[in-house]
């Protein structure tokens, strides 16, 4: 049961979304493919990292309200 729920879950829509616009803004600041990887690499942490605290915040207020 716990495994048809992770398959059917709709976050996993959030990982395709983040590599590609990671890599899209990588390449509109750079040319080479290594700094390209680089900022979307960095780009793609930062994203999920600020996901991460607006879910921890939601989860926090739900608690509460």
Same mark, same amino acid.
């Given at each position: 049961m716990l495994? $048809?729920?992770l398959w059917n879950n709709q976050?996993?829509?959030?990982?395709p979304l983040i590599v590609s616009v990671s890599l899209v803004? !990588? $390449?509109t600041r750079h040319e080479l493919?290594?700094?390209i990887l680089?900022?979307?690499f960095r780009s793609a942490v930062w994203m999920? !990292?600020?996901m991460l605290v607006i879910?921890?915040?939601l989860f926090t207020l739900s608690w509460f309200v």
């Open positions: 495994l $048809a729920t976050l996993w829509y959030t990982l803004y !990588g $390449a493919m290594g700094p680089y900022q979307a999920a !990292g600020f879910f921890a915040v």
